[in-house]
């Protein structure tokens, strides 16, 4: 890198690459320290034995294997022992010591529910910061604030999100923090939608920075033109703002925000002289000069930000737009620069760590309630982290197990990213087996981002953006590594023997995906049982769907555990916004879970939580009927994301899933997909991990399957205590005559 001219940023040296959250970097660095409880044990140390009979019993073994009531299951040491007549496995447990008996009464027996993707300390972390996000459909919502109270303070249009905010006047290090803004979704104002809408949203994404700065707090409006003079605006005072958009994946800054990051301390013609200054306000070349320079010195080649123009072009600036968490880094940094000592005092609890970890413990006692026996970790990005993973298992009952995934780039304890060789000296594989944490954590795959957000605009697509819809000026969307770089940054930990997970929203990230999954399965056949799986895989052309499936099928030739995992919620929170910015055709086709199912292609469904809640029975019903709402309109059960199609018509010719295929993508699909052999489905010789349902969801009416309650969880074959008032599921020392 050259010296940069007359400035003191020579120390700074080249940013880290990828920063998962933010958030994350305010906390995971000192949660190992902070904890000072003695160890104890995880929940439960031995398995259970146990009898479970006069109920249904849907196996995900086998496709609609259903038991009827006159099966039952015998666990012994919280393995399955037995499964047949009721009294046959009666008899079976009597020579077994404190054995449990439970009777279903009619009730559904089905494996525990696998979250295949989700981020947990990503959503604890948020939680601490002001929430912007939208509210869910009001069916869904209901029954979201009785988990998370705070659900109900959500927000529907962008001026009410920035009211919030600026009401909240809660600052972190002097900035204002704000966490879940969703312009795919929420209209600028209070306004009915109507087709000037459109253009409205686009022009904030396009010059985010300027409406926020002309927001006045006191009316609720803004002023893009003229502000009066009467007026209160909070985010124009010389405060430093920075808002995460809710897909993660963009985020909006202020124009003051980049002079607290001492970004904007150069000369027009310093930058066009070096390789590393930066303006913020220049001639259109001069400020692609300085993105460029930006890029290189902060570390974010697969990150951007927006730049935005007078019409002469003469005059232009950053657009407070960031594009990907890489670029993220300056702003992180001039956040949380004044050190530990400044966030604590600005924290809202005495011990944020032990705090953190304590949320995230709870979290996952609200996740059991939902039926929930695994939870997937779909991007460990620090060793602390980890570490701090480690430590909440150590040191508190689990009402989940946790299984995780490394980022490719994973932060070392200074903050940069390990290359392998650092890799393979730090971090280690987590065995399901291992005995320091009874299964309880446990970790063995890797985990890449290929692109950005469909709804955020930066999906890698083949064809452009809907040139009538809000993503117009993104036009093929955003790319952070092509096929050949893949294969580079990955290769590494596929020959070492680790699964790969690859977030991929366009169809161009899909099928650079593929390509690289391919050369992995000719290049190393020894390898080849490797899981691979596709990470959202959410769009896929409608021109070129079908190519798009075949070099999934063509490659599973060579990698036979290729698969997908979708993101359901696309379809129910964003298959509007998905058909503006797409077209109906490709927005009406979204995550084509049927079309990959006909033609052998694994599925399963997730929440990527934060981005949409963990209610694995919402997926299921979400996959059953793709049925989604028009913000803000959310009331009722939603219309079908392709107009006009009956419901048993979607399971032939749309993309609906059958009850079971989508319980399957929720037990058995993600087993696979993570190596945990030993559950997923209700099998002689598999762990007990189950969850027991008040009623059947495949003979349930489709647009109820969400409210279907949750008896109880068991894992190892013992009743997970997640909640005083859910004990839908009596044990007795005898079995009751049927």
């Given at each position: ?493 596929y020959e070492d023997g680790w699964y790969l997970n690859v977030h991929a929203n366009g169809d161009q990230a899909i099928i650079n995906t ?225």
């Amino acid at each position: 890198m050259a010296a940069l001219p007359q400035n003191d940023k020579t120390t700074k040296g080249k940013k880290m690459k990828r920063n998962l959250c933010f958030f994350i970097i305010f906390i995971t660095a000192i949660i190992a320290a902070c904890s000072s409880k003695e160890p104890v044990v995880a929940y439960p140390p031995d398995g259970g034995n146990l009898v479970i009979y006069n109920g249904t019993i849907l196996t995900m073994a086998v496709e609609n294997q259903k038991l009827d009531n006159t099966q039952a299951l015998l666990i012994k040491d919280g393995v399955i022992k037995g499964i047949g007549k009721t009294q046959d496995i009666i008899s079976q447990s009597s020579s077994l010591e404190s054995v449990k008996y439970l009777n279903l009464n009619g009730k559904t027996l089905l494996p525990g529910f696998i979250e295949p993707h989700a981020h947990l300390m990503l959503t604890a972390n948020g939680e601490a910061v002001t929430n912007l996000m939208p509210c869910l459909p009001d069916k869904y919502q209901k029954i979201y604030e009785l988990d998370y109270p705070k659900g109900k303070k959500c927000k529907n249009y962008i001026n009410e999100a920035l009211g919030k905010l600026a009401k909240d006047n809660y600052l972190i290090n002097g900035w204002y923090i704000g966490n879940g803004l969703d312009p795919s979704r929420m209209l600028l104002d209070n306004r009915e939608p109507n087709p000037e809408w459109i253009d409205i949203n686009r022009q904030f994404l396009n010059q985010p920075a300027h409406y926020i700065q002309s927001f006045n707090s006191e009316d609720e409006a803004f002023y893009i033109t003229t502000k009066p003079s009467d007026g209160n605006y909070p985010f124009d005072d010389g405060t430093p703002l920075f808002i995460l958009d809710q897909s993660g994946h963009l985020a909006y800054v202020n124009e003051v925000a980049f002079q607290k990051s001492d970004i904007c301390s150069f000369t027009p013609g310093e930058v066009l002289n070096s390789e590393s200054g930066v303006i913020c306000v220049g001639t259109k070349d001069q400020m692609e000069k300085s993105l460029e320079n930006a890029k290189s010195y902060y570390g974010f080649p697969d990150g951007a930000w927006g730049i935005t123009c007078k019409e002469d072009r003469d005059i232009c600036s950053f657009s407070g737009l960031l594009n990907e968490e890489s670029s993220y880094q300056p702003f992180v940094d001039a956040i949380a620069d004044p050190g530990t000592k400044a966030m604590l005092r600005h924290a809202r609890q005495d011990d944020p760590a032990l705090k953190v970890e304590n949320r995230m413990v709870e979290l996952m006692k609200i996740f059991s309630r939902q039926g929930v026996t695994t939870f997937v970790e779909g991007g460990g990005s620090s060793v602390g982290m980890i570490e701090a993973y480690k430590n909440m298992v150590k040191n508190n009952t689990m009402a989940a197990r946790l299984r995780v995934l490394y980022t490719w780039d994973i932060k070392g304890t200074d903050g940069n990213p390990l290359n392998h060789k650092q890799f393979k000296n730090v971090v280690e594989k987590i065995p399901f087996e291992d005995s320091e944490f009874n299964g309880f954590l446990s970790a063995g795959g890797i985990k890449l981002w290929a692109d950005g957000s469909t709804q955020g605009c930066s999906a890698d697509l083949i064809t452009v953006y809907d040139i009538d819809g809000l993503c117009k000026e993104f036009k093929r969307g955003h790319q952070n590594y092509d096929d050949q770089e893949i294969i580079e940054n990955l290769g590494p930990f596929y020959e070492d023997g680790w699964y790969l997970n690859v977030h991929a929203n366009g169809d161009q990230a899909i099928i650079n995906t593929v390509t690289a999954f391919k050369n992995f399965g000719v290049n190393g056949p020894e390898y080849s049982d490797t899981p691979l799986t596709l990470i959202h895989s959410t769009v896929y052309d409608d021109k070129q769907k079908n190519d798009t499936i075949a070099a999934i099928k063509d490659a599973q030739k060579f990698v036979p555990n290729l698969s997908v995992s979708h993101l359901i919620g696309h379809v129910a929170y964003w298959g509007e916004s998905m058909k503006n910015e797409l077209g109906d055709e490709r927005g009406g086709h979204i995550a084509p879970a049927r079309s990959e199912l006909e033609k052998g292609i694994d599925v399963s469904l997730h929440s990527d939580m934060s981005i949409t809640p963990l209610y694995p029975l919402w997926f299921v019903e979400q996959a059953v009927t793709r049925k989604t709402w028009k913000y803000p309109k959310l009331t009722g059960n939603g219309e079908s994301l392709i107009p006009n199609i009956p419901q048993k018509e979607c399971m032939t010719k749309g993309e609906c899933l059958t009850p079971y295929r989508a319980l399957m993508a929720v037990t058995a699909i993600p087993a696979k997909q993570h190596q945990l052999d030993k559950l997923g489905t209700i099998e002689r010789h598999k762990i007990a991990d189950l969850v027991v349902l008040e009623h059947d969801p495949t003979i349930s009416l489709a647009d109820d399957i969400h409210s279907i309650p949750v008896a109880c969880t068991f894992i190892n074959g013992q009743k997970v205590k997640a909640s005083v008032s859910q004990d839908g599921c009596q044990l007795t020392d005898l079995p009751k005559l049927l």
